[in-house]
């Protein structure tokens, strides 16, 4: 029997990152669904239009996108999966057009950024801010811009059918994105993986706003040797400078250590939710 | 004699909300002087074109401006003083255009999502994203709209000379902005104000990339009951998931607590800087 093919939501145009995160977890098989906005990648996994979601979580350059930790809190749709994608801008044209031919760039303002030194190298190409990077690749291949080039994924490239004219132009190779693979609540009662080394948790509390309450808190982790991977903070709605704290550590849910750094955190946090342990996966690539 | 007139610079269109919080730290007298980016109001303060900068540091909604954060570290200008400022959005028209014939509503499209209940109330409006709150009121005064109204700050309407429709028709009235006072790196030395009840301090630190290294750079406050009253990490550049903790805590540089704290975290933290002491200043229009 053929299983049905598994839909998978993504922000961005067609060839993003993002889809290349798809493919690291999941493979070539399933049937990636673009979305323009975070919330509507989140809602359409809520009513299960799509059967699982891949949103960045960070970036070693820029930080964490806060707006996708404040859709794990409102929309409840459990972690199952980890990856993280290196950031490799390629000059990419429609095909036929040559380097030489090249005077105008089109990229998201933040990919042209990180290609400062390809551009002080090449004068003579003018810089145009364009809103998404895979889609000033389908914009130039689809108007058939002869003076034209994109920064964008190699996939990006490889979906539009365009050719890649110079590689890895970024000027800073550490430039990772990690990305959470969510899937519906249901899906926490699927068989675990076999043959994980290592586990990671997240979670996100909020602790009583007294002195010392974030370091008792953490000393819950501590006392038990559980490393943090990252701790962030976000505000807490209707209460000014007040925190919730979303933190990433090395272990499963059903590890004893863990059930009992959990167990002692509910003592000392107003309020806490586990959002999901999942297979380690933001090194498999460094 | 009479004083030089001091030189303040903010990012935003003239009656942003970071002139307000320049009247709420300085008064009335200095001249602010608008930038269009952030880097550049740091920019101006380094190279003493400007004598101070108001710059926002969180918001209780969205959470921290994590440029600044990073501007803080490179410029190396010290935090002399804080204040908070209410995030109230006001319906502003030019003068003689009265509420019945207004039909677009011109802002930022964050300040257009903070006033949802105004709009669903009045359905005959239109919603129109402007690059900035203030500037939508600069630009229906010049271009003399007589069917179009902006929302933005009460100072903004008193600067372009329009009148203000309805006062406060944001969502939500938990939303303020903190913003920091910075002065050049001399300034240090200067007199520190009297009668300050209370002082807060904000650092930078990096930790050791081992299990408990944040825990054990937190206990050197818990353990002499030094209260943090922010924690916020960033990426660290050139090494992929390790981070930066920038920390806000009660209390002075110069209080030997705090020095005895800070001596005990240089043990244990890779980096260390003081980004400066000022009065608190985050609780007083609450």
């Known amino acids: 029997m053929k299983k049905r ?127 998404d990077t895979a889609g000033s690749v389908k914009m130039i291949v689809e108007e058939g811009l002869t003076d034209s080039a994109a920064i964008a994924s190699s996939l990006s490239a490889e979906i539009y059918g365009a050719r890649i004219l110079r590689r890895s132009i970024e000027d800073d190779r550490q430039n990772f994105t990690r990305f959470f693979l969510l899937r519906s609540p249901e899906a926490r009662g699927r068989k675990a993986p076999e043959g994980v080394k290592e586990w990671k948790t997240s979670l996100v509390f909020t602790t009583r706003n007294v002195a010392g309450a974030l370091f008792r808190a953490l000393a819950v982790f501590a006392l038990r040797d559980v490393s943090l991977t990252k701790i962030e903070s976000r505000p807490l709605r209707g209460k000014p400078w007040e925190y919730l704290f979303y933190v990433d550590l090395l272990g499963h849910l059903e590890e004893p250590r863990i059930q009992n750094s959990l167990g002692h955190l509910r003592e000392v946090a107003d309020f806490l939710r586990v959002l999901g342990s999942y297979p380690r996966g933001d090194r498999q690539i460094h």
């Open 5 to 131: 093919t598994e839909k998978v939501g993504f922000q961005g145009e067609k060839g993003a990152f993002s889809q290349q995160a798809i493919r690291q977890l999941l493979g070539d098989r399933p049937q990636a669904i673009p979305f323009t906005r975070f919330d509507e990648v989140f809602r359409s996994l809520a009513e299960k239009t799509v059967d699982a979601a891949v949103i960045p979580i960070e970036n070693t350059l820029h930080g964490s996108v806060h707006e996708n930790y404040d859709h794990l809190l409102e929309f409840e749709l459990p972690i199952v999966g980890e990856t993280s994608v290196r950031i490799i801008h390629n000059l990419i044209a429609p095909p036929g057009t040559s380097f030489r031919q090249v005077r105008r760039v089109f990229s998201h303002p933040v990919a042209l950024n990180q290609c400062l030194d390809f551009f002080s190298r090449n004068p003579q190409v003018e810089r145009v801010p364009f809103y």
